[in-house]
């Protein structure tokens, strides 16, 4: 006997469009007897389920126990509703509610289905290029707008032959609403082109690419976020032709191999490091380089580490199959000059990277939206971002409460925006360096695109105290324009609350935050950056911070570190001893200006700044007078620092602001002594680290507080961050680092959205 039938009403939240969710939705009812409907909505998935109880509580139990591999369920909710007449189960067209959301997925890197079709040669789709299913290939990327259709992307140009149609339209099939979906008879195509003209097709264009390849060429490859650089990486010349084209001197180049074999002929790879790799993320991965990896020096000057990410569309994999005189690793760096943003679209393209590609590897498949490639690392076995962009965003992150709808306008450099709604933060792709117009411009564009997506109208934004900033900028015009509110945090403040949001941090608890970065403005008008704060989303006092010293010359200071030591000698009451590297480095009449500069404070103003501090370091000790990019000398400084070294400069932090004249002394007299740099590189991060933990343990018997929390640029640098973890962890102290958003500035948006959010609620 058989208990009559019920309906049931179901409600999913998360992530739960373009990843096969429907398709797993209508299987599982047909498995279970069900009649009734699936459809989406702009805010989550509907189902209407009909049948016998129990098959009903089966549904719902694997349901919730096994989603499908890309979704994410955030909230399932059951209504018990009248039962209903039904011929079976189908999928019914979306619903677009102008007030609901739903998340959007990010780029999925190929899956392994596709990636056996792609090789296998009695396949209709055999090595074309855009082969990708429910489970994998682009979203973010091509979509213009929501719910997630193809009408609504860039593949609305390429109708479906009859093939493709029946896999779309086929509820069991893989390809089941595959907005993406194509094949060779109606999808995008490849073409390869030489000085703006077509000169091949197709596998030709793949394999004419690949033969300027292993030649030696620099060729653009339009991905999917934007276009790539790419050369053969074990080649020294085309590596250096491309930093002379890019006008990119130094900075290290992100690399791609075929898979996580070929990458381990270069870089040694823990569990962690290849699962991260193999994700359907696919960073870039920062990994220990191997001594005798045939990887050119030039794609990573001064660094132990190379960036490696894996082919995560059909076309990279096709690029780099293996073969015998192909290289065995690209480097794949994004399309553009040193610090403009990354081409795009094919006009901007060929306008802005001609001059440096001898040809171009095209497509016709248009990019809605500019992504760079993601950049990561590995710490205490889980990932530690550094960019969070291409297969992260836009994911939501996971508020600890529910917020009212804000826009953070972020930081200056490594700029991201955020917009908050309910329990959710989007956070946006890595926008970059707000410095010239075409980055402002895709902030701007970005976030027109966000709040469209995420259905979000700001009643407050909230942005940097500092006025010069175009975020800030941006942020007040509008607030004045839509009269909303404007909240302003201070940069070191939104880090340590960007670092408990990112921790899930649910409580009015204060908590230790070293804020350790290179700038960020203070309240008193000086830039901040070697911070000991003490707070919570809602405020905070400094309890410590590294003594002011000036910053000669303001930006110059960041590219000359030789200036930033003698600065810091000049502080510190330390003769300019000509024998000491950084005055070596200077010439007399530099040394002459600068000293009057620092003397009469003009254009130098005052900077607790750590990562100014390591710069110093890196200079005093001989190793860098002049950088390239921002942070170069630190790099350089952690790179070369002996692991095993374990002694240090004591450095007293009483009696007010934190004096390094102890550090300097001590440096130079080892310095003088003979004692390898290697050594001396150990001994300063081991003193910060010294400091660190001290300070912590002060602050603990004032106040009781035992959590700490490490946020700001310098945490990128590992040395610095296992011992201080390591010796935190030892001293009793609960320690927050990050781990969905990077430590730098890219998490500031989240910080100064979760802290107006407080404030907002408080009022
Ligand atoms: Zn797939
Ligand atoms: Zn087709
Ligand atoms: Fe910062």
Not at 93 to 103: E, K, L, N, R
Not at 662 to 674: E, V
């Amino acid at each position: 006997m058989t208990a009559s039938p019920i309906g049931l009403k179901v409600w999913v939240e998360g992530i739960v469009q373009g990843v096969g969710f429907r398709p797993f939705i209508y299987s599982l009812a047909v498995d279970h007897h069900l009649t009734g409907w699936v459809r989406n909505t702009s805010g989550g998935v509907e189902i209407m389920l009909n049948g016998a109880p129990e098959n009903v509580d089966a549904f719902m139990t694997a349901l919730r126990a096994n989603p499908p591999s890309l979704a994410r369920l955030d909230r399932v909710e059951t209504h018990p509703t009248p039962v209903q007449v039904f011929q079976g189960f189908e999928i019914l067209a979306s619903q677009s509610d102008p007030d609901q959301f739903i998340p959007i997925s990010p780029d999925v890197a190929i899956c392994p289905d596709c990636r056996r079709e792609l090789f296998d040669p009695t396949n209709r789709r055999y090595r074309y290029p855009f082969i990708n299913c429910t489970n994998c290939g682009p979203r973010f990327t091509i979509i213009r707008d929501i719910p997630y259709d193809r009408p609504k992307t860039t593949m609305a140009g390429f109708p479906m032959c009859p093939a493709c149609r029946s896999e779309y339209d086929n509820p069991l099939d893989r390809r089941f609403h595959a907005q993406p979906t194509a094949c060779p008879e109606c999808g995008p195509q490849l073409y390869f082109e030489v000085n703006s003209q077509p000169i091949a097709e197709r596998e030709d264009a793949l394999q004419m690419a690949r033969w300027s390849l292993a030649k030696g060429k620099i060729i653009a490859i339009k991905g999917l976020g934007g276009f790539h650089l790419a050369c053969d990486a074990t080649n020294s010349e085309a590596v250096a032709e491309l930093r002379r084209r890019k006008k990119r001197s130094d900075k290290a180049f992100a690399l791609m191999a075929f898979d996580s074999a070929a990458v381990e002929r270069h870089a040694h790879l823990s569990p962690e490091e290849r699962a991260l790799l193999e994700s359907h993320s696919a960073p870039v991965v920062l990994l220990n380089r191997k001594l005798d990896s045939l990887i050119a020096a030039e794609c990573a000057p001064g660094q132990n580490t190379l960036g490696f990410m894996l082919p995560y569309t059909p076309l990279h994999l096709l690029l780099l199959e293996p073969m015998s005189g192909f290289p065995d690793a690209l480097v794949m760096t994004s399309g553009n000059l040193s610090e403009e943003p990354i081409a795009y679209s094919d006009e901007d393209a060929r306008e802005r990277l001609s001059g440096m590609a001898d040809a171009f590897l095209q497509h016709d498949r248009p990019i809605h939206m500019r992504v760079d490639d993601s950049v990561a690392r590995v710490f205490d076995c889980q990932p530690y971002l550094i960019r969070r962009s291409r297969g992260y965003a836009p994911n939501s992150i996971q508020l600890p409460a529910p917020a009212p709808q804000i826009l953070a306008a972020g930081a200056e450099l490594k700029n991201t925006f955020c917009l908050t709604r309910e329990k959710y933060a989007f956070i946006s792709h890595h926008i970059g360096d707000l410095e010239n117009y075409e980055t402002l411009q895709s902030f701007e564009s970005g976030i027109t695109h966000f709040e469209n997506l995420f259905r979000v109208k700001p009643e407050a934004i909230a942005c940097d105290l500092h006025p010069d900033y175009l975020a800030s900028q941006y942020a007040q015009q509008r607030a004045q324009r839509e009269n909303i509110q404007l909240i302003q945090v201070q940069h070191h403040h939104a880090h340590l609350a960007a670092c408990l949001a990112d921790n899930g941090w649910n409580s009015d608890e204060p908590v230790i935050g070293l804020s350790y970065d290179g700038t960020g403005m203070g309240t008193d008008g000086a830039i901040w950056g070697g911070e000991v704060l003490m707070g919570n989303y809602s405020g905070y006092r400094r309890m410590a911070h590294l003594a002011y010293v000036p910053l000669p010359g303001g930006d110059l200071a960041v590219r000359k570190p030789a200036r930033m030591a003698l600065a810091h000698l000049w502080a510190a009451g330390i003769e300019w001893e000509t024998d000491l590297p950084p005055v070596k480095a200077l010439c007399y009449e530099e040394r002459t200006a600068l000293r009057s500069q620092v003397e009469h404070c003009i254009a130098s103003p005052d900077t607790s700044s750590m990562g100014r501090l390591f710069d110093a370091a890196s200079a005093l000790i001989g190793i860098r007078q002049e950088a390239t990019y921002e942070g170069q000398a630190a790099i350089e400084l952690e790179a070369i620092a002996d692991v095993n070294e374990k002694s240090f400069y004591p450095i007293n932090p009483d009696n007010g602001p934190i004096q390094m004249a102890g550090l300097w002394q001590a440096i130079i007299s080892d310095w003088r002594a003979g004692i390898p740099t290697p050594i001396l590189a150990a001994r300063f991060h081991n003193s910060i680290v010294h400091l660190s933990v001290v300070i912590c343990d002060q602050i603990r018997s004032r106040t009781g507080c035992s959590t700490v929390a490490l946020s700001g640029g310098v945490w990128q640098n590992q040395y610095l961050l296992t011992r201080t973890v390591d010796q935190l962890k030892s001293a009793q102290f609960t320690v927050l680092v990050h781990h969905q958003v990077p430590a730098n500035d890219g998490c500031i948006a989240l910080g100064q959205a979760v802290v107006a959010a407080h404030l907002l609620q408080a009022a």
